[in-house]
């Protein structure tokens, strides 16, 4: 096995962010023009983005967050027939009705909207996914991941979803190793390609499961003191996904850094802290709120004293 890659940063203040556009600086650009009512950039960018369904999804959100103001609703008036115009209004009016500030109704209508419009395109069912996330029932939910993962059978973004949703399922008062998102997770890995991304999401669903038994007051609400990452199957979870990021030869995924700052707090709190702080030196500036939020935590402050500590002690281990 290959070494972790070198880390190269500087330990201050300012040197990462919690963008969440990560690395795609034409996304950052038009998201931010977009913010200033200027949706033309944003049109060019999704035109060219193509049929890359997890780069579509993740820009469409991202954007999404801004549009929700009113400009992917100026942009579907002044443009009614572009796809991208409706499929942007959606997400834009899932997002509002996710955070409690518009009706799921109107947005669940404009999700269906934009899927009659592109019917092969699994991204206004990850909207719907989204809305059903905040909104909607377990059918819902798992109705919407059949029509995302029916188009397209590795959507990263709906992978995770789905193990944040299932996570919460059977709270119960302490972990089960056989719990569903466990189960649900090494099924979605075991079926995606060699090399795929879903290696980390018996990860992610660790993290998940984690996250609903802290809530519940369950697990220490200080990561570090939870035993939950040193099971046996945490520990093969973790190893098997490390092993992918090392042989990882696409490192041009659009939601990558999202897998490694996962990675990274896993291993960290599991107390590999070389390996952590190798993940740390490939996230470079694209730090995550999650997992660092979780549970309820500042992920900036959380994110620093982790790479800290980490960087500090994977170099006196080295």
């Not at 993740?58 to 992917?72: I, Q, S």
């Not at 572009?82 to 997400?91: C, G, K, N, R």
Request: some cysteine; overall charge negative; hydrophobic content about 45%.
């Amino acid at each position: 096995m290959m070494p972790p890659p070198p880390f190269r940063f500087s330990l201050t203040r300012n040197d990462f962010t919690l963008d969440p556009a990560l690395d795609d600086t034409a996304l950052a650009a038009a998201r931010d023009a977009m913010a200033l009512g200027r949706w033309s950039q944003a049109r060019a960018l999704l035109a060219k983005t193509g049929d890359d369904w997890d780069l579509r999804g993740h820009r469409l959100v991202v954007l999404g967050e801004v549009a929700a103001n009113g400009w992917a609703q100026d942009w579907l008036l002044a443009e009614p027939d572009s796809v991208d115009a409706a499929t942007l209004h959606a997400f834009a009016s899932v997002l509002l009705a996710a955070r409690g500030r518009g009706r799921p109704e109107p947005a669940r209508e404009a999700c269906l909207a934009a899927a009659r419009l592109v019917p092969a395109d699994p991204s206004p069912w990850l909207a719907m996914l989204i809305l059903a996330r905040y909104t909607g029932t377990d059918d819902e939910r798992m109705r919407a991941f059949d029509q995302v993962r029916g188009r397209h059978r590795e959507h990263h973004h709906a992978h995770h979803l789905m193990a944040a949703c299932l996570a919460e399922r059977q709270k119960g008062d302490g972990d089960d190793p056989f719990h569903e998102v466990y189960e649900f997770a090494e099924w979605a890995a075991g079926e995606a390609p060699p090399g795929s991304p879903l290696a980390v999401l018996p990860v992610v669903a660790h993290v998940e499961r984690y996250r609903v038994l802290a809530e519940a007051g369950h697990e220490p609400h200080n990561p570090a003191n939870s035993d939950q990452w040193t099971s046996w199957r945490a520990g093969h979870a973790h190893a098997a996904a490390f092993s992918w990021w090392l042989d990882w030869d696409g490192r041009d995924h659009p939601r990558l850094k999202v897998d490694l700052n996962f990675l990274a707090y896993a291993k960290f709190h599991e107390g590999r802290m070389a390996e952590a702080a190798g993940l740390f030196g490939s996230i470079g500036r694209n730090a995550t709120r999650i997992p660092w939020s979780y549970p309820g935590r500042d992920p900036e402050k959380a994110f620093r004293a982790a790479r800290t500590t980490a960087v500090g002690l994977g170099a006196a281990g080295a």
